[in-house]
């Protein structure tokens, strides 16, 4: 079993940054593909970012691509999201989400992660 507890959100400007952290528990991290997604008040949860375990693939959703940057620090058992440039449609509860396996093709999917954080806000005023 993982724990993920997610933290960094808040309420900022638009055009400002954020940096969100997801804390794992649990001795195999670093073999976790992990993911950052969103969910928008009367919204569906829609997939933001994408990294495998050794980190050498990412993927990211268009609607974030050049703002928002995924990192992770296995010796920590954490995964950041530093979101620069935000807007008000990136207004949403972000969560992080663990893969066992590593990376699969339902990477963007909720349908490829099998443990869940609790979620953090992030509201962006115009």
């Keep these: 079993q993982v724990q993920l507890v997610e933290s960094g959100g808040g309420l900022v400007q638009a055009g400002d940054s954020l940096r969100l952290s997801c804390a794992a528990s649990g001795r195999t991290f ?25 980190g050498t693939r990412i993927e990211y959703a268009d609607s974030v691509k050049g703002r928002f940057t995924i990192s992770r620090d296995n010796a920590k058992n954490t995964v950041y999201l530093q979101m620069n440039s935000l807007k008000p449609e990136d207004t949403a509860v972000y969560y992080c ?5 590593g990376w699969s093709r339902l990477y963007g999917s909720t349908d490829g992660y099998d443990y869940w954080g609790q979620g953090t806000q992030v509201t962006v005023s115009s």
């Design 30 to 54: 670093s073999s976790y593909g992990m993911g950052w997604f969103r969910q928008a008040p009367g919204k569906e949860r829609e997939f933001v970012v994408a990294i495998s375990g050794s």
């Design 97 to 101: 989400a663990a893969d066992r396996a």
